[in-house]
């Protein structure tokens, strides 16, 4: 009888052998196609986390209200592993196939940046289409409550994290979004695939962690709703003020991008490496 799932070194050197190989080796309009629908995926979680978070708290608690939240945004990548897409913190695990000698540096840094940029691409697109829906216009319990509201202080408390909380939250976060891959690539059934991507990705919503390609949707829609809801927002002006592009790319981004790539690339790939395909090389 066939195991019901493969083993952590066969996921190694499956990820090592294969996988990686294929990403880094792969077409530029391959990439970047796929690169634009993981963002619009990753983006479509948030989406759907935001609305799960609206006003949830005051019926469920802080605590339920994030795990609420953070059950539902796992959509997003059940959608870029299952249906298919390039995220560019799941690619943080293509490290295997350059520390193994597989492909060159250059190819492990070719598909990060293209697949960063279309990631970019996919989740700004979403963030533009949804503020253009109207749909944040939606009132909640009372007519002051608004959706859009809650979007908003979601970016605003973004952007206002000091560069250090915003890395090592980055670190924690990839760190599970990566194991989340792992376990799917582990898993040989769609049902399987779904349940270990679920557990991590909840669990890192839940506990505030920050994931960079999450962030390009989540910090341009609270750009976009600024100027309309600002004077009914109720949030100081000095936290409203780094809500702008540079907030975003340099008080955000950088620093979480920095984090994603040590949480997934090192303790995820580099650790496993060690563990499990290093030692078989050595062997061979």
Not at 137 to 154: E, F, R
Not at 251 to 275: H, R
Request: aromatic share 14%; net charge positive; glycine share 10%.
């Amino acid at each position: 009888m066939d195991p019901v799932c493969f083993t952590p070194a066969q996921v190694a050197e499956n990820f090592t052998e294969t996988i990686c190989v294929k990403k880094a080796k792969a077409p530029f309009l391959y990439l970047l196609v796929l690169g634009i629908l993981a963002g619009v995926y990753i983006a479509f979680g948030g989406m759907i986390a935001t609305l799960a978070g609206f006003e949830s708290a005051a019926h469920l608690g802080t605590g339920l209200s994030k795990i609420f939240s953070g059950g539902v945004f796992s959509v997003g990548l059940m959608l870029v592993v299952i249906g298919g897409a390039e995220l560019f913190t799941g690619n943080n695990l293509i490290l295997l196939s350059a520390l193994s000698k597989n492909i060159p540096w250059s190819g492990l840094f070719r598909n990060w940046l293209i697949v960063y940029v279309a990631n970019f691409i996919g989740a700004l697109f979403v963030a533009w289409l949804y503020f253009e829906t109207g749909l944040w216009k939606t009132t909640g319990t009372s007519p002051d409550s608004l959706l859009g509201v809650g979007a908003l202080k979601i970016a605003v408390t973004k952007v206002n994290l000091p560069f250090t909380e915003a890395l090592a939250r980055g670190i924690l976060c990839n760190w599970l979004v990566c194991l989340a891959v792992w376990l799917a690539a582990a898993s040989k059934e769609v049902v399987s695939k779904i349940f270990a991507i679920f557990f991590p990705i909840m669990t890192f919503v839940a506990l505030g962690f920050e994931h960079s390609i999450a962030n390009m949707y989540f910090i341009p829609l609270g750009i976009m709703l600024k100027s309309p809801l600002m004077d009914n927002a109720g949030i100081a002006a000095e936290k409203l003020a780094n809500l702008n592009w540079n907030g975003f790319l340099i008080g955000n981004l950088l620093p979480v991008t920095i984090g994603n790539i040590i949480g997934g690339a090192f303790f995820v790939g580099f650790l496993y490496w060690i563990a499990y395909v290093r030692k078989a090389k050595k062997a061979a």
